[in-house]
């Protein structure tokens, strides 16, 4: 019997796919059939200090081999989203709970809010790629990184991940200063920024014009940036970008991944493509007489 | 992933026609092959660029051109609002879970906007001989849409049209759901389809149950993606965008604690309707 359950920190999971975080990761409920679905667990969407409406639509637009989206980082608040996750007792399954803030101050406060609830973990997401202050530019310093790592680490015991965007000459700089103030994994990665104009007005069709590219498009890079990464970090990865099939979730093992999240991919193929990955994992490894991922990653590294 | 879809980006069209439906509704009749293709309760995103993208549903669904009516509310159905013939609009989809033609004599009860995707399944279930009772409810007669159309459709043996309105102004005083409850005692009616304020969908849905008939609603709630992703949209534990907006009596028996009760607004914070 193969065994497919991965711990990341004190984390446990049945299996190692997860939720992406901006996906679905806003009602309790849902959170519940995504489970039943087949993911070993969920990442919310990046929940800030203040309840934000996020930007006038489109919010999101199909291209060549994924989407572009900007939806702005919509989210209730920390304390509504943590007052509906407190009441949400019933919720027995891996929650990670993705936080998003500008200060030491605010993601302190933020993470404060979710300390009784059923959350499990953090991801601290420094990636998303087209809203200012709290995105890429500060994901992009490893000083701030290394900042507000550090607040939510002193705040808190649970495990927490920090999400690195692509968008940087130098992934492995940002992700060692993470490590260094003591972040328990890293979750590569965000999207990268896109933009795509309609021909017959002649204008961009995202709202904000500028979106982050997810999909299939984006995994080849994310593949790049997990290799990279596992070569120079002791803490564990958790790869993200592309995956729609179990297919790709061996290819992130392969370079390095403990576990994958996966997102868009939700869009053509429905919830059920967690239980299809999962099938595939543990049957791949059965055909290779493996019991469980260890035989797996990061076997692309030899030479 | 099929690559380069036209579902999942807007495809621009012309504005072929503008009709006042009633004194606070319009409709916009635009040209394109893929919502042709829809069935009843499916929706659009329809966009104005520079404006706002949200969901309509399709209020006329021919071969050579469709519909959606709109009431304005804020800046995006304002903004449609003003438009003219000749003017541009973005559009994608149809989205969604329509309704199902089931049974051999249906209610229809739509209120306001609501009653948009009652007319193309009105059609439909007539054209598969069907019995059809369409009850639109309105505050005033100058606020009911739809009327010289719902006359012509519902002027054969198996239709009916019954109008209600608050003030009494034309049709029955009163509200939908009490004329549907005594339409229901002298009716053999084993279909109910409804699609209006929630408040009003919550007890039609509760009445039908009531009485162990099958319900179909078609619901709202914010739409941003259209495509399961974004979450804005989620009811219970249900996606509305796909497993919706039309939901039948399993599903709203799931949802029952939220239906007419609670919604999520743009930021996804829990309200009350
Ligand atoms: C599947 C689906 C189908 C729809 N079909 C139609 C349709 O056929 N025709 C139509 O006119 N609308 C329809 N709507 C509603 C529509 O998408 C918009 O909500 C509405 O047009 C207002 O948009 P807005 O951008 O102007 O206002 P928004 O900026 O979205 O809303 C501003 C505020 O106005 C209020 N408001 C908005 N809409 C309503 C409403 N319907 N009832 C009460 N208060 C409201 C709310 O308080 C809201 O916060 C549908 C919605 C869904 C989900
Ligand atoms: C609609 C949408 C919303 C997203 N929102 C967030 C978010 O709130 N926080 C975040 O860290 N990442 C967000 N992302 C990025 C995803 O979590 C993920 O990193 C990215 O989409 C790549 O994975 P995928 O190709 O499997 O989608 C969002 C992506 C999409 C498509
Ligand atoms: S509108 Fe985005 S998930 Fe339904």
Redesign the interface.
Known sequence: MVDISVAISSLKLENPTLLAS??????P??F??IKKSGAGGIVT?SIGLE????Y????????????L?A?GL????CE??SE?LREADWLDMPIIVSVFGSSPEELAKIVDSFEDTPCQAYELNLSCPHVSNVGVEVGSDPRSVYELTSAIKQKSKKPLFVKVTPMVPDVIEIAKAAEEAGADGITAVNTMKGMVI?L??G?P?L?NRVGGLS??ALKPVAIRCVYELYKSLNIPIIGCGGV?TWEDAIEFFMVGATAVQV??????R?LILFQEIVDGIIKYLEEKGHDDLKGIIGIAHKR | ?????S????R?CKILSVQNESATMKTFEFADDECSAATAGQFI?L?I??????PLSLSNIKSGSVSVTVKPWAEGSNSLYKMRTGE?I?VRGPYGRGFQLKGRSAALVGGGTGIAPLIPLAEALLSEDREVTLLLAAKTRSELPFLAKATKLMDFDKGELILTTDDGSIGVKGQAPKTLNSLMGKKKIDMVYVCGPEFMMQKVVQLSIARGIEVQASLERIM??A??????C?V??L?LCRDGPVLDSHELIKVEDELGLLT???????SSL
């Not at chain 1, 006038?56 to 081999?65: D, K, N």
């Not at chain 2, 992933?1 to 879809?5: A, I, R, V």
């Open positions: 901006g996906i679905l990761g806003i009602s409920k849902t519940m059939r969407k309840p934000n409406d996020g006038s639509a489109p919010t999101l637009v199909e291209v060549e081999g994924g989407y989206n939806m919509p989210n209730p608040g509504a989203f509906e309609d017959k007005i204008r069709i709202h999909g299939p729609t997102g868009t991919a939700i869009a053509s429905d | 992933m099929e690559l380069l879809t579902v999942n980006r807007p621009i995103m966009w660029p520079g404006v706002d993208e949200f541009l973005g941003k993606c495509i399961g992703l974004c979450g804005s989620c219970g534990d996606i999520r607004d743009k930021s996804g914070r829990i």
